[in-house]
């Protein structure tokens, strides 16, 4: 039976319930109305209900897939908004077994595929249909991108100008056309990746329409990589099922409240999108201006944010903004930097914190093998001390009870931090050691 949502006196509802009325407003690409009567038939939707849903989904792909939590977290806020993320990793860091784990979560279809420059439409939209050719009618056996609920586009920038053009409308309208007409698509979300990203600019269409945008690395802790080679990946089955009539019901719901969202919250991120088209007033970052179709994402994703976290507005949830309104990928470090000391400075401290930490492992654990560099023990012994300088300055700043166990696993990390520091200086020291000479 068709459901509905009520909100704030009025109900999210397919057209097929009120046969004849006119919507107040088309949402979720035109496929959900906005009414201000209650249907006379169909149930209401059980919003808590759906949310513990994809709460419980969310932890279950988490829990079989390492260093994933980011990521993943941005796949359900575009489940949740009907927005499509884009991954940028090297191959092999689990992207496919993601998007498969939630193509099997949701009801209908799910579509994968690998972009080549050979690629055709008919590899993604099914092929020419011959009962169409002998009706001296051109038009496709609908199939793929254009019957899956859930869409994965792997190896994107290695299709040609023309197949990634064709993704446009699917991606921003959820249609699809041939020449006979426009049609819409059953399709909820649209996941993308590379290795590669060409054409990062606000001119390109495509990109501005890949709404989340985020670069995944492989583990590199020891104890990550343990965790990895005994992960499950995607083996064990899901315990979700979510259906896709709710999913679609969740994303007009999103769309509305992204549409009345408090002052404060607007206020904030007015100020926040005229920081970032200032620039950096040291000269290190020029302007930025993210186009208005990428602001409406950032709002949709703050609203999806917020119902996963209980149903409160908070500025925090702003954040959500760092993974959407950078253009190039050497703006990211800025971007975070204005949305987290606007919106929320503690858990901007936490979260830049954490990437340091992967960073200082990174590079450390470069220095071990980079035997040409005579500056490799000063580098490592400045990187122990900064450090150390770390831990005092969290252990200052933080005081928000709200931060208490983020601010507890911080300090574990950096000392777990430290003695992994201490061990490459060890080996470093030992490998600097001259042979002793032999007769």
Sequence with gaps: MEKFIETNGKFLASTDLFPGVTPELMLARQRIGLYNQKPSIGT????????????????????????????????????????????????????????????????????????????????????????????????????????????????FYKGSSAIQNSLLDVAEERTVSDPHGTYPVPMLILL?????????????????????????????????????????????????????????????????????????????????????????????????????????????AFCAQTLLAGGQMKSESLLVGKDILWIEPEQREYVFKVIGGSSSPERAIIMSAQSDIEQIRNEANALITDTQNSQRMTLITQKVAYVKTMGEQIDRVLDSPEYKDDKAQLLLDLKDLRVELLEVMNKISQSTIAPVPTN
């Excluded at 439409?121 to 859930?150: C, H, M, N, Y």
């Excluded at 990203?197 to 001119?203: E, H, L, P, S, V």
């Excluded at 945008?213 to 979700?240: F, H, M, W």
């Excluded at 950096?280 to 201006?289: E, F, K, S, W």
């Design 44 to 155: 209401e939707m059980d919003l808590a209900a759906f949310l513990d849903q994809v709460r419980t989904l969310e932890k279950e792909i988490n829990s079989q897939l390492v260093k994933m939590t980011e990521p993943i977290h941005i796949m359900m806020l575009g489940l949740l908004s009907g927005d499509n993320p884009f991954y940028l990793s090297l191959p092999g860091a689990a992207k496919t077994t993601m998007g498969r784990m939630l193509g099997s979560a949701v009801e209908g279809e799910f579509f994968r595929k690998n972009l080549n420059p050979d690629m055709s439409a008919s590899d993604l939209f099914g092929p020419i249909s011959l009962a169409g050719i002998q009706a001296k009618k051109q038009t496709r056996e609908w199939a793929g991108a254009a019957t899956a609920t859930v869409a994965f586009v792997d190896e």
């Design 192 to 300: 993308g990746a590379s290795n590669e990203i060409t054409g990062a600019d606000a001119r390109n269409a495509m990109w501005d329409r890949w709404s989340f945008r985020y670069e995944l690395k492989y583990a590199n802790r020891k104890d990550d990589i343990i965790s990895t080679l005994s992960a499950q990946g995607g083996r064990k089955p899901l315990s979700v099922l979510l259906s896709k009539d709710e999913v679609l019901l969740c994303q007009a719901l999103v769309e509305y409240m992204s549409l009345n969202l408090p002052g404060d919250i607007q206020n904030k991120m007015s100020e926040i999108l005229v920081k970032l088209s200032e620039g950096d007033p040291n000269g290190n970052t020029p302007a930025i201006q993210p186009s208005p179709r990428r602001w409406m994402v950032w709002g949709r």
